[in-house]
């Protein structure tokens, strides 16, 4: 190769690597893998839906799951359903996570927890105009409160078994989308999933030095028992921005979901959308990826590039719908 032409190469290839480089040195946490055969994998949600397809694949490779939810007959069926598709009886415990004491009675007899997977959800889209406060604040409790409510009572416990055995831990807290990006008629439920970043940033630094690993899921929208209603609720608006983004099998999620959870990486984006969401609010989260966090320094002037492309037509679409109504009332 001439010197004409490897001049320009290493002048591409030499600061790239130096950067790389870099990067895996400061990246933290550092890269973990957590193992999930016969650990015991606590899910909540766990009787339908995502949770219920993460249970089935945790459970096929090994794992000892316990499954929570509120009601008691879909849990009977979903511990049907795990042990005919894979032969493993699972624990089920009928609770609501608004109820603190509660959750932290059935974590006790559950046992010390390995990987904690905050799932549970609830979503009724509406604008907060229209939106009843009760509602506001189920939506809040469910999916904030409950998470913190499963975290404390789990938490002791979890740090004292990876000190016994040497083993990474694990809790991931299932978020979405909309816990990425704020979308019309989704106020409620996007500041209960917004908040979850925060709890979850804030407790890796506190629990690393414990060996134990936080997740962050961001699922798009995926076809399960809840997603019907809050389809039949969607504001017009709603569902026209939506209308950009492709929904998911639960299947899928829960395979994308488990294996970013083996890897130990905090954020868990689920498709092409996801990972540029990932990509421009990385802001301050933590990256165990040197790879990833290149990805990130690379892509995020492009990446918000786009997102004001996204946030342009969204406004557009807003503009129009209220231009054709107050046409009609005129």
């Not at 650990?39 to 909540?44: D, E, S």
């Not at 492709?246 to 868990?268: E, H, P």
Request: hydrophobic share 45%.
């Amino acid at each position: 190769m001439s010197s004409s032409l490897l001049s320009p190469l290493l002048i591409t290839i030499v600061p790239v690597s130096g950067l790389l480089i870099f990067l895996a040195l400061i990246t933290r946490p550092r890269p973990t893998r957590i193992p999930i055969k016969g650990r015991h994998v606590f899910i909540t949600g766990g009787s339908s839906g995502i949770g219920l397809a993460i249970a089935r694949l945790a459970a096929a490779e090994g794992a000892r799951v316990s499954i929570l939810a509120r009601n008691r007959q879909r849990l009977d069926e979903a511990r049907d359903s795990i042990r005919l598709a894979t032969g493993v009886e699972v624990g089920i415990y009928s609770v609501d996570v608004r109820d603190a004491e509660a959750v932290a009675r059935a974590i006790e007899v559950a046992g010390p927890i390995d990987v904690l997977i905050c799932n549970q959800g609830v979503f009724t889209p509406q604008e907060l105009e229209k939106q009843e406060m009760d509602e506001i604040k189920f939506i809040v409790d469910v999916n904030l409160m409950g998470t913190f409510h499963l975290i404390k009572a789990a938490l002791p416990n979890m740090k004292r078994k990876t000190r016994e055995t040497g083993l990474p831990s694990s809790i991931a807290i299932m978020s979405a989308q909309a816990g990425q990006v704020g979308v019309y008629g989704y106020t409620a439920y996007s500041a209960s999933k917004f908040a979850l970043r925060g709890l979850s940033e804030a407790l890796q630094h506190e629990v690393i030095a414990d060996n134990i690993f936080v997740s962050l899921i961001f699922p798009s929208d995926t076809d399960t028992p809840g997603f019907s209603e809050e389809l039949r609720r969607r504001p017009e608006i709603s569902k026209i921005i939506a209308a950009s983004s492709g929904g998911m099998k639960a299947d899928d999620v829960a395979r994308i979901s488990l294996n970013g959870i083996k890897a130990g990486r905090f954020s868990i984006p689920c498709n092409f959308e996801g990972t540029m969401l990932s990509i421009v609010t990385a802001g301050l989260s933590p990256q165990s990826s040197f790879m990833a966090a290149f990805l990130e320094i690379s892509f995020a002037g492009f990446m918000r590039f786009v997102a004001l492309c996204f946030q342009w037509n969204w406004f557009s679409s807003i503009e129009k719908w209220h231009a054709k109504n107050n046409s009609k009332q005129n």
